[in-house]
């Protein structure tokens, strides 16, 4: 079955590092995606990683993928209070005659100045 | 260049009513996606259209349909409406359908509260 799990609190202090993990199911994923959500807002796509790489860095964005034990992380370097928001995982379904993106429940960043 | 757009922002409905919501694409983009987001959880994939034809649904029920237009805009309809429709409603646009171009972006979404 499809199933995305994440963790769902995470506090950090600012200038800290911050890493956020992700597990999911469906071992025939093409793309694993980030997504963040702010208070009232809708999904701003940070950054995806293809299955077929272990590592992307964008900017402050650091992703990495263990196809192995089918296990995504993100991690944010020096976190600002910006950051804090709603983090949430995605893979993409890319079966049949559709393409559509599973979600998981969300990690809630929190940055204290 | 704009987004997604959707509108309206927010809704208010009483139970039984039904609901139309609004989505339009980033231009060039020729696929609509949809989404429900109860409160606390993620994204719940609705339905995908692409090229104005119906490439996917999710475990709805027959109340929830949509169409796309021929200038690749969206409507999300909700008939009967339960309280338990009452949730934000995201639209989604993408380049293409498959492989590359098939990039996500969200728009601000609906706020659906059912009464």
């Known amino acids: 079955g499809e199933d995305v799990e994440q963790s769902l609190f995470l506090s950090v202090r600012e200038g800290d590092s911050s890493v956020i993990n992700c597990t999911y199911t469906?071992?025939?994923?093409?793309?694993l995606y980030w997504y963040k959500q702010e208070p009232g807002a809708g999904l701003q796509l940070l950054t995806y990683?293809?299955?077929?790489?272990d590592m992307k860095q964008d900017q402050r964005l650091t992703v990495l993928l263990n196809k192995k034990d089918k296990h995504l992380s993100l991690r944010i370097a020096d976190t600002q209070t910006g950051d804090s928001a709603i983090y949430f995982c995605?893979?993409?379904?890319?079966?049949?005659?559709?393409?559509?993106?599973?979600f998981g429940t969300g990690t809630l960043l929190a940055v204290q100045p | 260049d704009a987004g997604v757009t959707q509108s309206p922002t927010h809704l208010i409905k009483t139970r039984g009513q039904h609901v139309t919501l609004r989505c339009s694409p980033i231009?060039?983009?020729?696929?609509v996606s949809w989404y429900q987001q109860v409160l606390g959880q993620g994204p719940q994939f609705i339905f995908q259209?692409?090229?104005?034809?119906?490439?996917g649904r999710g475990n709805f029920p027959d109340r929830f349909s949509a169409r796309q237009f021929p200038n690749y805009s969206s409507e999300l309809n909700v008939n009967a409406l339960l309280l338990g429709d009452s949730a934000l409603y995201l639209c989604?646009?993408?380049?293409?359908?498959?492989?590359?171009?098939?990039?996500?972006?969200f728009g601000p979404g609906t706020r659906l509260t059912v009464l």
């Open positions: 231009s060039g983009h020729k696929s």
């Open positions: 995605a893979e993409g379904d890319y079966g049949g005659a559709t393409n559509k993106l599973i």
């Open positions: 469906d071992s025939s994923s093409t793309y």
């Open positions: 259209y692409y090229e104005k034809e119906e490439r």
């Open positions: 990683i293809f299955s077929n790489m």
């Open positions: 989604a646009s993408s380049l293409g359908f498959a492989g590359g171009g098939t990039e996500q972006f």
